[in-house]
């Protein structure tokens, strides 16, 4: 079970096969949000789960529903806009000050309001200026509680500002009139967690096909699949060095 970014850019369609092919498992992958693929891991509903909420993730951790916790890859999330970039963001030297423009601009937000890991980090920027975006007039703060692709047609449609992640912006291709205005900033770092939920609360689960996954993950072959995933020419995920 995985996050729907990892879906919509077309990752997981390059690593299953792979994984497949060295471990001998048949691998069934369902994408989710990030809240709902947690709360279907607590059920026992997955065996390994690939998030991207590092707050969310370690409460999972605390409760005693994951084994163990990697990080397998970043990249970053970005501002997606209007070209003409009315509230000006391009000039902004990180997303603190942008997310401050959008509001004194009086621009239009659209948010993807589904508890996924890119919703979460959208709330974290909108609490880092002490505002609640609630207090935005319903038209200017568009909630469509869907995933990336739709949303982001619905900010194209709209004219507005969107957060979304690198990878899923790279291969999405109705781009409309919108581009990236604010990307690569340290403070918008995407890190996405592989967890083996726990066989102790769910002994349904196979501690040793888990292993296979997670052993996988960590290998050389994994970290040379996810760097070479170039749908575009373009790297879209950075490995990040098993410990």
């Not at 970014?5 to 390059?14: F, I, M, Q, V, Y």
């Not at 970039?85 to 902004?92: E, F, G, K, R, Y």
């Given at each position: ?236 995920y950075f490995p990040i060095s098993a410990p």
């Amino acid at each position: 079970m995985a996050t729907t970014t990892t879906r919509d850019s077309g990752l997981l369609g390059a690593i299953i096969p792979e994984l497949e092919k060295d471990t001998g498992l048949k691998i069934n992958s369902v994408a989710f949000g990030t809240s709902k693929v947690l709360r279907s891991a607590m059920d026992g509903n997955a065996d390994v789960i690939l998030v991207h909420d590092p707050k969310s993730e370690i409460e999972f951790m605390d409760a005693g529903y994951g084994n163990e916790r990697v990080a397998i890859m970043f990249n970053y999330f970005v501002l997606i806009g209007p070209a003409d970039d009315p509230a000006n963001i391009a000039s902004s030297t990180n997303a603190v000050d942008a997310f401050r423009k959008i509001i004194e601009s009086g621009s239009t937000f659209v948010s993807r309001a589904d508890q996924s890991g890119t919703h979460f980090a959208e709330l974290k920027l909108w609490q880092s200026i002490n505002y609640n975006p609630q207090e935005m007039e319903q038209e200017r703060y568009i909630q469509t509680g869907t995933g990336m692709g739709r949303t982001l047609n619905v900010a194209i449609e709209k004219t507005a500002y969107v957060l979304a992640d690198s990878a899923t912006w790279a291969t999405y291709e109705n781009k409309g009139k919108h581009k990236i205005l604010l990307g690569n900033d340290e403070n918008m770092i995407n890190t996405y967690h592989l967890i083996t939920v726990s066989t102790e609360k769910h002994p349904h689960i196979s501690a040793q096909n888990q292993k296979l996954v997670i052993d996988w993950f960590k290998s050389e072959k994994a970290r040379s699949v996810i760097e070479n995933f170039k749908p575009s020419e373009q790297q879209l995920y950075f490995p990040i060095s098993a410990p």
